[in-house]
Each structure stands twice: as structure tokens, then as C-alpha cells.
């Protein structure tokens, strides 16, 4: 089963709003981390929390993780038409270096 | 640097042929992963490989199913004999010991007939 699973499935937004994708996951993690995926194309990393931290911030995007709620959310500020794509977390649970992707928030920003 | 590439990027078959996918990973990466992609599951894990040798393969649906990863450069993933719920986008991904990132190719969209 999917360790982690984003909310909600599908977001529409205008250009300029705030994006906000959740992500629950079930059992203890190393670290989490949210990738980008364009239409058509691979993933991308674009951020990694760990365990011990509760915020991180990289430029638009903001992460929050609540390890006690088994919980993280993805807040994309100022939000883009070529921010459209959907977004995945993937939990790093083990010492081996796998990842477990949820099924994905769709994201629509529209001009 | 050129990232993970993978080849073909599209392949369509027909049922009970072989297919071959591709991959080659970032140089001096010594983690390789291939995923599947469908609507329905979602992204899994197939197999994934350290320094050229398979560490995990229980994502790996059933026996039709094959890697190999002969050098640090290369990686194939093998499918013999192909079925239509075989089809999916698969990927291949790579990652440096330690840094937990994942870089992932474009994938390759396989149409099994």
C-alpha cells in the first residue's frame, strides 16, 4: 500500500493564490521529500525534510512536517501558470534508500 | 551533466514480445531505480540496484519480468513475454549514496496490443 497519500487529488488555482497540497503517511521516516512532475516528463526533486525539522523554505515553496500527526504539507506562495503539473511526497522510511510515492496532487494554475 | 537517459522513449508491441528498456543513470551515481507508472497504482518500485548489484527486486511483478545492470552505466529492464496490463510509463531513476535524492529519466511510454 502507498505510504504516503497526498490531499486533495486535483487543485485549481489562479495565477497569484497559494497552492497547498497535504501529505499523511503511516509509519516513522527518515525524511520526506516532494518532487514536481511536468505532463509528459519524469520527476523532480524539489525538496527534502527530515525528521528532526518541522519547516523548510525554498524560494515560493514552503514544507512543513508534523511527525506526530504522521503529516507534511507543500505550500507553493504566488503560485505560477508553469506551476501546473502534479505534485508527489515520498517517504524515505529505511536505511536502504527507497522511496514510497503517494498518488499525487494535480495542480492547476490558471492565467 | 546530461541526467538520467532512457531509451526508447516511446515503444509500442504486440503481446508476447520482448522488450528492452534502457536506462543510463548520472555518472558516479551508484544507486539505479526503476519504477512503473499507471493511474491506477500509482508509482511503484520495481528494483533498484547499488553499485551495480540488485539490493531489492520484491516490487517486480512476476517472473516475465527482468534487470540487469552489467556496468555503472547501464541498466535494462526486461520484459518477455509482454502483456497489455504491462502498460505503463516506466522509469529509471539514480541517486548518490547518502544524499537520499532521486533524479529520474523521462521515462519510456510501453503500449502492449
Known amino acids: 500500500s502507498q505510504q504516503g497519500e497526498e490531499d486533495p487529488q486535483a487543485l485549481s488555482i489562479q495565477e497569484g493564490e497559494n497552492a497547498t497540497m497535504n501529505c499523511s503517511y503511516k509509519?516513522?521516516?527518515?525524511?520526506l521529500q516532494w518532487y514536481r512532475q511536468n505532463s509528459g516528463r519524469g520527476l523532480v526533486h524539489l525538496i527534502l525534510?527530515?525528521?528532526?525539522?518541522r519547516e523548510k523554505h525554498s524560494g515560493r515553496l514552503r514544507v512543513t512536517l508534523d511527525t506526530s500527526k504522521k503529516s507534511s504539507s507543500l505550500l507553493i506562495t504566488a503560485s505560477r501558470a508553469a506551476d501546473t503539473a502534479s505534485y508527489f511526497c515520498?517517504?524515505?522510511?529505511?536505511?536502504?534508500?527507497?522511496?514510497?510515492f503517494g498518488k499525487g496532487t494535480l495542480l492547476t494554475v490558471n492565467p | 551533466d546530461a541526467g538520467v537517459i532512457q531509451s526508447p522513449r516511446h515503444e509500442v508491441t504486440e503481446m508476447g514480445q520482448e522488450v528492452t528498456l534502457r536506462c543510463k543513470p548520472i555518472?558516479?551515481?551508484?544507486?539505479l531505480f526503476w519504477y512503473r507508472q499507471t493511474m491506477m497504482r500509482g508509482l511503484e518500485l520495481l528494483i533498484y540496484?547499488?553499485?551495480?548489484?540488485?539490493?531489492?527486486d520484491s516490487g517486480m511483478p512476476e517472473d516475465r519480468f527482468s534487470a540487469k545492470m552489467p556496468n555503472a552505466s547501464f541498466s535494462t529492464l526486461k520484459i518477455q513475454p509482454s502483456e497489455p496490463r504491462d502498460s505503463a510509463v516506466y522509469f529509471c531513476?539514480?541517486?548518490?549514496?547518502?544524499?537520499?535524492?532521486?533524479?529520474f529519466g523521462p521515462g519510456t511510454r510501453l503500449l502492449v496490443l
Open positions: 509509519t516513522s521516516i527518515n525524511n
Open positions: 531513476a539514480s541517486s548518490l549514496g547518502g544524499q537520499r535524492t532521486q533524479y
Open positions: 540496484f547499488n553499485n551495480n548489484v540488485p539490493i531489492d
Open positions: 525534510i527530515r525528521s528532526n525539522e
Open positions: 555518472s558516479g551515481h551508484d544507486y
Open positions: 515520498a517517504t524515505d522510511a529505511s536505511s536502504n534508500y527507497k522511496l514510497t
